[in-house]
């Protein structure tokens, strides 16, 4: 055919996927100029001013793409509300627990296990939602109107005559119990924002509705990786029924907290009615538990199919029967009690005893399940021989236990003026002793925390070393610099830290498990602090006791003073809150499946953003399109072709680089990115490189030993060793960043959309996914396209539409954990 007769090549599109810390879109598209052209002011489609209108004259980007970024950093940093997230942060490791879990296979799937880890996971997680609304009730129904409130020394030299109505003798609101019932209003309150937080975002993240046709639940096979089933990323109903069952669970711990002392008076003073009253309350809190226990483990997530339906009675009805019993234990304790007098401390040892206990059962039951799944279907990758999972619970419990102790520990020091909460002669008798002996193992924990980075110091400052000495040879023809192979070879060792991250982060976990195993026996044994349990017990001994003790207190405290400052920092200085956004866009990536209270997954509404886009640009267009994402954006980008029908996924190629996949996700989630699951992703996705350096830390290979290479490293960093013709001035160490900036990048790219133009998309035809040869560094291959991978009559594809599949005839409980 002449060349005036061929048809004009498609229009071709690069949607560039930002990473961590988000760039803009100028920086992303090297323009000032940029356009939005589809999305909101959180998550939006930009272009250049000038490629607007490019659909309409595709003549002028004859071999090169149209570029376009999606800018997706506010869903992590926007408004000042964002720093409230904070509070959430033992939420969100919890949650990272439940997608740690080892990977099973088709032939292995070991659905029971699974399913109980689900469980293990959920009622962990409630127990961390019982812990900080049981610390709230510990500042403001023990510390302060039970100990301060009767006490006319601390209530005076504290707050002055603005709570003298609650002293002895100062009114109708003095007794005990209706200081309880006023303060109640404290816990009752964070309770409510958490719901609040949570209902908000649930309405923005989880009910984004996915593209119809993404995955055809009917005839996608039961093995498909989870990433790519329709519901993974649409966890609404699931969300909706934890949120309830873990409000109703922070309403029945403030009833509780209100009700057991009362019930307590009651049986001491002999009077049957209220005694009776007092039994039966707590008799109806014990049933609404064990029901919101029953709601918790009785389902975990269905990704068959993206459920639109929620559970009404369990949405609705138990928060109100929670909020029904709180309002009458707050009644009965409202009810007049002559003579009734504070002293000690309110119960508190034994709840925070078993909260503790019930969560290192659950972390060690947890190890189990994980190594027995490990064990049927052993991954060398995986974080900790698949304890991944566990330690991370751990370090959750762990961060739960010292946030609510540091404000409990903080608090009662500076009620406690100058003496110390549970020491001899100290005005008030403190918080619960349980909470003292967790501040007290904190300096052991310290000192083992700085000899393990010491170690690794060491260790980095050797490689670094043994580094520098090849470094020269890499760049032939170079004259060898010590100082700069130094600092090259610093950087690869830096780096090269990343990979001994999983046994720093076992090593402080399975050490926090047993010093808090050590805190709890301390605390049941001798029912006395640290300094006062050590008492007669040697000079060493005591002053250790004593040492760690005070030492442990100001820890805590300062710890929380820095969590304050840095929150109210973060909510006034946008900088400061990217800084916090960085925090969350590694750590809420995943689904709230086990913690409704949880930051919410940014990527339940990016990924379905991303499927949409490239559904929507293919099908009107029928061009051809490379989404290329740099670091976290590269696992929003897989995530994305993941979720596309097959006819659009043969039209688009994806570009890694600086990706975590392999090196980071593949470690830790092993379940959802593991070997397995990211050779399924190179079968469905065979126009797919990624690009790595030595040098980078976070970024890596994503299949090292795949039999058609998908990686292409370690990259030249620096480009160049010394000064040159060609680079005059030093180049720089790039690490983790500027990737476009390298070379092989284009190369790569042009590679990839010049092999979507050739085959018209990759080839099915074998078991194995091998298809055509993919394309390498120096060039494509140009094979004859695949009739079977070419649109009938080169017609173009429909555009979305919203996925309104019927329900389901049965409910099946969750497969998935």
Not at 159 to 187: D, E, I, K
Not at 320 to 326: D, I, Q, V
């Amino acid at each position: 055919m002449p060349p005036s007769l061929e048809p004009p090549m498609p229009l071709a599109l690069e949607l560039l996927v930002h990473g961590v810390a988000g760039a803009g879109p100028d920086e992303l598209l090297g323009d000032p100029r940029t356009v939005r052209v589809t999305g909101d002011s959180t998550a939006a489609v930009f272009r250049r001013a000038e490629d607007t209108d490019a659909e309409a004259h595709p003549e002028r980007y004859a071999g090169r793409p149209v570029p376009e970024a999606y800018c997706w950093s506010r869903l992590t940093s926007g408004n000042g509300a964002r720093a409230l997230w904070l509070l959430l942060l033992p939420f969100m490791v919890a949650n990272l627990a439940h997608w740690a879990r080892p990977a099973t296979s088709a032939a292995e799937p070991a659905p029971r296990a699974v399913r109980t880890y689900g469980v293990l996971v959920r009622m962990l997680a409630l127990t961390l939602t019982v812990l900080l609304i049981a610390a709230a009730c510990e500042v403001a129904l023990d510390l302060f109107a039970w100990q301060c409130a009767a006490s006319g020394t601390c209530s005076a030299s504290r707050f002055g005559s603005r709570f003298g109505f609650l002293a002895p003798g100062g009114g109708w609101w003095a007794q005990p119990g209706r200081r309880l019932a006023l303060a109640a209003l404290v816990p009752t309150g964070l309770t409510g924002l958490l719901w609040y937080l949570s209902n908000r975002t649930w309405s923005a993240y989880e009910s984004q509705p996915p593209p119809a046709g993404t995955a055809d639940p009917d005839t996608a096979p039961d093995t498909a990786p989870a990433l790519g089933r329709p519901g993974f990323w649409y966890g609404r109903r699931l969300v909706a029924r934890l949120r309830a069952a873990h409000t109703t669970a922070g309403l029945l711990t403030v009833a509780a907290a209100v009700a057991a002392p009362t019930a307590a008076h009651d049986r001491r003073s002999g009077a049957p009615v209220l005694e009776t009253l007092g039994c039966t309350l707590q008799s109806l809190l014990v049933a609404g538990g064990l029901t919101v226990a029953c709601v918790i483990c009785r389902r975990g997530r269905t990704e068959a199919r993206a459920d639109h339906r929620l559970e009404r009675a369990a949405v609705t009805m138990l928060p109100g029967a929670g909020l029904a019993l709180l309002a009458a234990a707050l009644l009965y304790a409202c009810w007049s009690r002559p003579g009734w007098t504070s002293a000690g401390r309110l119960p508190g040892d034994f709840a925070f005893g078993v909260l503790m206990l019930g969560q290192g059962a659950c972390v060690l039951a947890l190890g189990v399940i994980a190594a027995y799944l490990h064990r049927r279907v052993p991954d060398p990758a995986a974080a900790l021989r698949g304890l991944g999972g566990p330690a991370v619970a751990m370090l959750g419990c762990a961060l739960g236990g010292v946030m609510t102790g540091g404000v409990a520990q903080r608090v009662a020091d500076w009620l406690d003026g100058a003496a110390t909460p549970g020491m001899a002669g100290a005005p008030l008798p403190g918080p619960p002793v349980l909470l003292s002996w967790q501040a007290a193992v904190l300096p052991p924990l310290m000192l083992v925390l700085a000899l393990l980075a010491a170690w690794f110091a060491g260790r980095t400052a050797r490689a670094r070393c043994r580094l520098a000495g090849t470094v020269a040879a890499e760049y032939p023809g170079e004259e060898p610099d010590q100082d700069r192979s130094r600092r090259i070879a610093g950087a690869r060792a830096a780096a090269a830290l990343t990979d001994s991250a999983p046994w720093f982060v076992g090593a402080v976990s399975g050490i926090t498990l047993l010093l808090g195993a050590g805190a709890l026996a301390g605390a049941w044994l001798t029912g006395r602090v640290p300094g006062e349990a050590a008492r007669g017990s040697g000079p060493l001994l005591e002053s250790a006791a004593r040492a760690a003790q005070d030492t442990g207190s100001w820890l805590v405290g300062l710890g929380f003073v820095l969590f304050v400052t840095w929150g109210r920092r973060a909510y006034r200085d946008p900088a400061a809150r990217r800084t916090i956004g960085i925090l969350w866009d590694v750590g809420t990536f995943w689904p709230r499946a086990a913690h409704p209270f949880a930051p919410p997954c940014y990527a339940e509404r990016a990924v379905p953003d991303l499927t949409w886009r490239m559904t929507a640009w293919t099908g009107r267009t029928g061009g051809r399109l490379v989404i290329s994402g740099h670091s976290q954006g590269s696992v929003l980008a897989a995530a994305a072709v993941w979720q596309l029908p097959p006819e659009v996924r043969r039209r688009v190629a994806l570009l890694t680089y600086g990706s975590p996949l392999g090196r980071l996700y593949g470690r830790w989630f092993p379940a959802h990115f593991g070997p397995g699951p990211l050779t399924a992703l190179h079968r469905d996705v065979d126009c797919w490189r990624n690009l790595w350096r030595a040098t980078d830390p976070i970024g890596g290979p994503v299949l090292p030993g795949a039999r058609q290479a998908v990686d292409r490293g370690p990259l030249a960093d620096p480009v160049a060793y010394g000064r040159s013709t060609r680079h005059p001035l030093p180049a720089p160490i790039l690490c983790h960043g500027d990737y476009q900036a390298d070379p092989a990048f284009a190369a790569e790219r042009g590679a990839l959309l010049a092999r979507l133009a050739a085959t018209g998309g990759p080839d099915r035809g074998t078991a194995d996914g091998a298809g055509p040869a993919r394309a390498t560094a120096h060039g494509p291959d140009r094979g004859a396209p695949d009739p079977r991978d070419q649109d009938p009559a080169g017609a173009a594809l429909p555009a979305p539409r919203f996925s309104r599949e019927p329900a389901a005839p049965a409910d099946p409980p969750g497969t998935t954990g």
